[in-house]
């Protein structure tokens, strides 16, 4: 049977079956308004609906979940719980996939790469500012006059890109 002809006999299956449900549902009801006429007779056979509890009925895992937290003294419960923890971690672990050497190698060599190229230019911009401040304290006004026409030309920079664009609105 083709995958096609097994979700055709579901779908008649689930349509026979809500035919059958809206049935049982009309006889009901048709029971009910029989039992309504006839009150004074208290044998009758009709099923009655219960309410909803309101709340989910717990599984058969929940429930033994709650009788093995109750089972035991305090030692005992802490100690499955840390072996439950270990357990729990190993399984963890052996979900992991592991690089090969190879990539291992590569990965490395990456990482220590970035880290010497993003040494140096941290480096670079560490001695620039450490060269500023030794300057400026040799002759402040100098330095404090550059850095403040470097800071007025950036906003002037600035200032003429946002107005050359013009508004996004």
Not at 101 to 117: F, H, P
Not at 141 to 161: S, T
């Amino acid at each position: 049977m083709s995958a096609e002809e097994r979700l055709e006999e579901k779908r008649r299956q689930r349509a026979l079956r809500r035919q059958q449900q809206a049935e049982t549902e009309a006889e009901e009801a048709a029971e009910e308004v029989d039992d309504e006429s006839d009150e004074d007779d208290d044998s009758s056979s009709a099923i009655s609906i219960t309410e909803r509890k309101g709340r989910a009925t717990p599984g058969r895992r929940t429930q033994e979940v709650e009788l093995t937290k109750a089972e035991g003294n305090f030692f005992t419960r802490r100690l499955r719980g840390l072996r439950e923890y270990y357990l729990g971690v190993r399984d963890e672990i052996n979900k992991v996939v592991w690089p090969t050497r190879e990539e291992a190698i590569r990965l490395t060599q990456i990482v220590l790469v970035v880290t010497i190229i993003a040494s140096i230019v941290l480096g670079a911009i560490s001695l620039a500012f450490n060269a500023l401040i030794a300057a400026g304290l040799n002759n402040p006004l100098v330095v404090f006059g550059g850095v403040f026409v470097f800071a007025v030309a950036a906003f002037g920079y600035y200032l003429f890109r946002v107005n050359r664009r013009g508004s996004s609105y």
